[in-house]
Structure formats: structure tokens, C-alpha cells
Nanobody, 125 residues
Framework: QVQLVESGGGLVQAGASLRLSCAASGRTFSRYAMAWFHQAPGKEREFVAAISRSGVTTYYADSVKGRFTISRDNAKNPVYLQMNSLKPEDTAVYYC??????????????????WGQGTQVTVSS
């Protein structure tokens, strides 16, 4: 397993942008598919975006498609989630996850065995 640490959350107004980062420990980062999930108060953890081990394949939840972009740099380690045109309904704790799954379409939460502690994103109207 890898250890993951998220950063970049905060409080912003609707329409603003944020970029979340996820740093992973270890030298085997490129062997893991990576994903972002979020969890709002009182709700289940939901899929947001995923990227394959090579970075070639990405997949997004319909609610964020066209607004969020997931990317990775296997040489430098971090995974990023660029969030544009934020909406109040994007408010949640955002978690980075890693898994040894060879595919991310469709994303299966149980395929991701390593999780970060989460970073809070709050979007005010």
C-alpha cells in the first residue's frame, strides 16, 4: 500500500477554482490507478474522478464532467484535481485513493485500497 496526503482544500465562492494535490509515498506510485472521491455530511462517499496508472485514461462523474480535471505526473509523484466553476453542491471532504486495479472504467470503490485523510472543500453561494 501507499500512504497518501491531500492538500489544497479551502473555502471559496461559487464560480471559483481550486486545485487539490495528493502526494503518495513510495517508489511504486506509477503502479497505482488514482482517484478522487468526496463525501458530504450525511451522505455516502461518492466517486469524482479517476486516472489510470499510465495517465492515458481518465473518467469523471457526470456531475463534474467539463469542470474538473484529474492529472498525474509519474515522474514527480503528485496527483492533481483541478476544480473549476465550483458550485455549492461540490462542498464535501475530498479523498485521494490509490489502487492496483488495471482499469478505472468503471471505477469500483473497493478496488482502491489506500486512502488519504481528506481535505475539506467548502463552496459558498
Amino acid at each position: 500500500q501507499v500512504q497518501l496526503v491531500e492538500s489544497g482544500g479551502g473555502l471559496v465562492q461559487a464560480g471559483a477554482s481550486l486545485r487539490l494535490s495528493c502526494a503518495a509515498s513510495g517508489r511504486t506510485f506509477s503502479r497505482y490507478a488514482m482517484a478522487w472521491f468526496h463525501q458530504a455530511p450525511g451522505k455516502e462517499r461518492e466517486f469524482v474522478a479517476a486516472i489510470s496508472r499510465s495517465g492515458v485514461t481518465t473518467y469523471y462523474a457526470d456531475s463534474v464532467k467539463g469542470r474538473f480535471t484529474i492529472s498525474r505526473d509519474n515522474a514527480k509523484n503528485p496527483v492533481y484535481l483541478q476544480m473549476n466553476s465550483l458550485k455549492p453542491e461540490d462542498t464535501a471532504v475530498y479523498y485521494c485513493a490509490a489502487g492496483r486495479t488495471p482499469k478505472v472504467i468503471p471505477p469500483v470503490i473497493n478496488d482502491f485500497g489506500s486512502w488519504g485523510q481528506g481535505t475539506q472543500v467548502t463552496v459558498s453561494s
